[in-house]
């Protein structure tokens, strides 16, 4: 399977812990995307990823959130101390060419308690 | 700035033909996309239309492209089951960030 992977599928932590998500992109895809997906909303996007350069950031990416590319390959989507209100769908998405295709992963799904 | 809106329902029985609209605001959107998400998992590229074009017609699917309203519509037709899902209509627009803003999604569902 050469599509877009997350890891973990779903998580639960108790408000106040530390969560990392993992998106691995399709292979060559210099852009790397991640997004919330709220229930009943669209994606909103959170920031992106040119190769190993964080580009753009949303102010929806409070000082909690932390992205990094490390290679230019895989990233990570770190939340620290945690909040009921960051339960959500969280989206990975890669691209090939601006503007173009940009295709999803299955996400990971986080439930703050 | 960019607003993307959807109608929140759409019921359609099976074998008929689906039209899901979409309006945007950003007039330098430049590639217009529609997506599909089935319960609990990501979310599926259908087809997109680049803005100068009026019309892209992939097997099933018809994108229509009115770019002087900023109206985007996707027809399927002879609707199925496996058609049951939520359609995202999505808009790129370099200006305004280079990242897709979504629309709120359809929900459609097929009856038998």
């Known amino acids: 399977d050469t599509g877009v992977s997350q890891d973990p599928r779903h998580k639960i932590t108790k408000r106040g812990q530390n969560v990392t998500f993992r998106c691995d992109p399709i292979s060559e895809h210099n852009r790397l995307y991640w997004y919330r997906q709220t229930l009943g909303q669209g994606p909103e996007f959170l920031t992106y990823f040119q190769n190993e350069a964080q580009l753009e950031k949303s102010r929806l990416l409070s000082d909690r959130f932390s992205a990094e590319r490390p290679k230019g390959s895989f990233s990570t989507l770190e939340i620290q101390r945690t909040e009921q209100g960051d339960s959500a769908m969280y989206l990975c998405?890669?691209?090939?060419?601006?503007?173009?295709?940009?295709?999803f992963g299955p996400g990971t799904r986080l439930t703050v308690t | 700035g960019e607003d993307v809106e959807q109608s929140l329902f759409l019921s359609v029985r099976e074998g008929d033909s689906s039209v899901i609209n979409c309006t945007y605001t950003d007039s330098s959107s430049t590639y217009l996309y529609w997506y599909k998400q089935e319960p609990g998992a990501g979310l599926q590229l259908l087809t997109y239309i680049f803005s100068n074009m009026d019309m892209k017609q992939d097997q099933r699917l018809t994108v229509l492209l009115n770019k002087k309203d900023k109206h985007l519509s996707l027809r399927i037709a002879d609707t199925q089951t496996g058609d049951s899902a939520i359609y995202f209509c999505?808009?790129?627009?370099?200006?305004?960030?280079?990242?897709?803003?979504f629309g709120g999604g359809t929900r459609v569902l097929v009856k038998p």
């Open positions: 998405a890669s691209q090939a060419v601006v503007p173009g295709e940009q295709y």
């Open positions: 999505a808009e790129w627009s370099g200006a305004a960030g280079n990242k897709l803003t």
